[in-house]
């Protein structure tokens, strides 16, 4: 088991996994050699069989928050939204104080349309984790889907005093800003998302809209075939 922990931690995956399975030989109600097995097949995007190695884990030992997260994204990723909302809630109420899965079930609220749910993961992850630009970014966008442009700007705004090279969060800003009529400052937002991300589309095609309309030609056909 120690073994495999240390070739983990230096990312040699396959010989890792050999040594958990090896643990697990010796030792079958070793449940951290399922989880961490779990966590290299999730790695390698084998989502199946790490859904098979969380649930191994769950079954020996219950309360492991992290093992029901990570069978949650698994879930996500197989496109099964039920398993995954039951999973990070579950995640939850063993930890009320688990960031990542207030956020994680955010996101898939806001996938699912669930805004109001959404907004309620965002702003509990915030409380947790203010320091988190995506959460921030993230609320803004619903607060956006709810008409609340100005908590949504102050959200975007937020989001860019963490992390000033996030090119998403300028680019939905400048989609607000634009929305609002203020398309100098939209422009301004567009052009530093397309610093930040050269191939950030959304960004390269509302920049080629507001060049257009002001009758640059030339630039806008730039944007556009870059």
């Known amino acids: 088991y120690s073994c495999g922990y240390r ?3 230096d990312n040699e995956l396959k010989l890792a996994l050999t040594c958990f399975s090896s643990a697990l030989k010796h030792c079958p109600m070793l449940s951290e050699a399922n989880y961490y097995r779990g966590w290299i097949y999730y790695l390698q995007e084998q989502y199946e069989r790490a859904i098979d190695e969380f649930t191994i884990r769950l079954l020996k030992k219950e309360d492991c ?38 956020f994680a079930r955010g996101q898939l609220r806001a996938a699912l349309t669930d805004f109001e749910g959404a907004l309620n993961d965002y702003e509990r992850c915030i409380e947790l984790e203010p320091e988190f630009a995506d959460a921030w970014y993230s609320r803004g966008l619903v607060f956006e889907e709810f008409e609340d442009y100005k908590q949504a ?3 975007y705004n ?8 996030y090119a998403e969060a300028f680019c939905a800003r400048g989609i607000l800003n634009k929305k609002l009529g203020r398309e100098i400052l939209a422009l301004s937002d ?3 998302s397309i610093e930040c991300d050269p191939e950030m589309v959304e960004a390269l095609i509302e920049k080629s809209r507001i060049l257009s309309s002001c009758g640059k030609l030339a630039p806008a056909i730039e944007c556009i075939t870059k």
């Open 190 to 192: 567009f052009e530093r």
């Open 7 to 9: 070739y983990m931690q």
């Open 158 to 165: 937020k989001a860019l005093e963490l992390d000033q090279t």
């Open 65 to 102: 928050a992290l093992a029901m997260y990570f069978r949650a994204l698994c879930h996500d990723q197989l496109d099964q939204p039920e398993e995954a909302l039951c999973d990070y809630s579950c995640a939850i109420e063993i930890d009320s104080t688990f960031g990542s899965a207030y």
């Open 153 to 155: 700007l102050n959200d």
